[in-house]
């Protein structure tokens, strides 16, 4: 399950090196709308330049099979072969689902990622995740495959709303609660007026992938530690497919970062989590991303998402909790009385 | 990459024993109209009583986008969780499609195959090659994903057409080529006017299917070795879309077995495979399978295929040939002349 990675700001010069290193027949790019205007111009590879471009439409809301088709037939019909490459360009929504298009076309062709949001470099992109939303669910239909090469910078970041630097933020803050107390009293000082398109900040990128990957590498198909990182997850796949049925998608960063606080707190009721943590997280949250809508007559069905989710083992609700920073607990069950309580909570500690 | 795998006429009782050793959540029938009508009843699996069967249309030409989605829907719908089992009971269509729709569901849950039809049970079953047709192109779409456990049996060929009975006896005797003359010999001597639901058999097809599992756990993704198991299938799959296009599909095995008159001839003409041999696969494939009708206007359609066909490299057509029975030669790269001469004498050899 070995995938490359590399940390650079000089984004050309390592995809040309990297596909210089292989044996291939044709590349083809995949970017949305965005990122192929913004982004691949600036990628300043010479070997990709000329290759064809496959854009799909930008937003969560195109990750879906129709898109998928999309590309699928492209590749078709643009004459990939399995000796063929194809270069994921883009957010995560086109690594998910770039990268699942690559895993099933013919069976599986190799394909590098090059995200250009913070999430999907700190979090998408790498650990071989793939996949679509389906049937109003997140995800629902994917593929474990690993990238054979991705390539996290910072230098693309200042094309992007600070929104979306927060979102990736979120993953950033999880990986550091996953870590350290250290590392996550130190994540909650930054200041979302500075820029991010710094060197500095690449290092700082460069610490939270690793932590990821020490996850993904110690149990790439999620059977065990591996879940780890679904922190906060339980509770935002519930927000964002909440969300989604309204017709109002959230960010998947912003709904990991509400998530966290509800599951924090049954980190505290459940296993001792310092309530300093979870308040300090609740302030910078509230601070930061603002707060997520619910009432309680939203629960019934937050809580059958959850029930759907694929976490679930029959039919209960589960997540990964923390005793303490860098301490995860696995697959605790948590009951509907607990997890109302815990909504209640994230409410008060929204204001809400 | 492991697979289970059970030779047995006794289904009912290895699934029930096969399913009392997994820990599972939930298990989903996959068949299709014919299977679930005229198998499923006869499995008489006690654990499987009242489970769940998703049932889809039957044939190749449904082995489709359309399918695959339903197939999902219905998962998702009732429930199922990455902690579900499928259990496709079907031919090479059922085990391609519903393994492909569970390797892909929530990225990745069980599957246990029960082939049903011959084709199924010596190859498609075996070996972990999912997918989907898509864009007319067979397969075009899929994944390696190896079934948990495979219960091969020659009770339900019975069930069967003899069409589909001489469509998977054709991969048997491509086992037969890649494995010795003796068996290539054995092979030819069937009288298929006998019943082949027997224990007898079942013995032989085990014999089969050992020798495709040979190729498989030496080289699972098909990346050296494994190729030699695409002898034929260069022309065969040509053959087929061709059919496709002409909107009157035909069986693979008949294809695999025109395929390999056709990819014989080539053996012969580059690497000296006995013209003996040669003769006598074509007058048992003529006396056998009939022929498929192509005309020299037909050649420039094929020669495209082959060169889209998942096995060519840079648009080279590529043959797996034989210097001798049990002497795999890969990677001929074989001239659009030389394909046209085998296609001459395949209509030669076929009274065409």
């Given at each position: ?55 799909i439409p930008?937003?969560?809301?195109s990750k879906n099979l129709e898109t998928l088709t999309y590309v ?25 689902l ?255």
């Amino acid at each position: 399950m070995a995938q490359g990675i590399t940390y650079t700001n000089h984004v050309g010069d390592i995809l040309d090196k990297v596909l210089a290193g292989i044996d291939y027949n044709k590349a083809f790019i995949i970017a949305d709308e965005n990122t192929a205007r913004l982004v691949v111009p600036r990628l300043k590879s010479t070997v990709l330049a000329g290759v064809p471009i496959i854009t799909i439409p930008a937003g969560e809301e195109s990750k879906n099979l129709e898109t998928l088709t999309y590309v699928w037939t492209q590749l078709s019909d643009l004459g990939a072969t399995r000796n063929s490459i194809v270069v994921n360009v883009g957010g995560g929504m086109v690594t998910d689902l770039g990268g699942f298009a690559a895993a099933t076309f013919k069976r599986g062709i190799r394909f590098i990622n090059c995200p250009t949001s913070l999430l999907g470099a700190v979090d998408a992109s790498v650990g071989g995740k793939t996949g679509i939303d389906f049937n109003g669910l997140k995800n629902e239909i994917g593929a474990f495959s690993m990238p054979l090469h991705t390539i996290v910078s910072s230098c693309f970041l200042d094309t992007l709303p600070m929104t979306e630097i927060k979102a990736g933020y979120a993953e950033m803050l999880k990986h550091a609660l996953l870590h350290s107390h250290d590392l996550f009293c130190q994540l909650l000082k930054t200041d979302f007026s500075t820029s991010f398109n710094t060197d500095a900040f690449l290092k700082t990128m460069e610490q939270s992938v690793a932590i990821k990957l020490q996850y993904v590498d110690s149990d790439p198909f999620e059977t065990g530690t591996r879940r780890a990182l679904n922190l906060g997850h339980t509770v935002a796949h519930a927000f964002e497919s909440l969300a989604l049925k309204r017709g109002k998608p959230i960010q998947h960063g912003f709904a990991v970062a509400w998530g966290m606080v509800a599951e924090t707190y049954l980190s505290h009721k459940l296993f001792g989590f310092s309530s300093q943590d979870l308040y300090a997280l609740a302030q910078f949250v509230l601070d930061n991303y603002g707060a997520f809508h619910i009432t309680c007559d939203d629960y019934e069905a937050l809580i059958a998402f959850m029930t759907h989710d694929k976490k679930s083992r029959d039919g209960e609700i589960n997540c990964v909790l923390l005793s303490q920073c860098g301490a995860p607990q696995f697959d605790a069950a948590i009951s509907t009385d607990h997890m109302k309580e815990a909504l209640d909570i994230y409410r008060d500690l929204m204001h809400i």
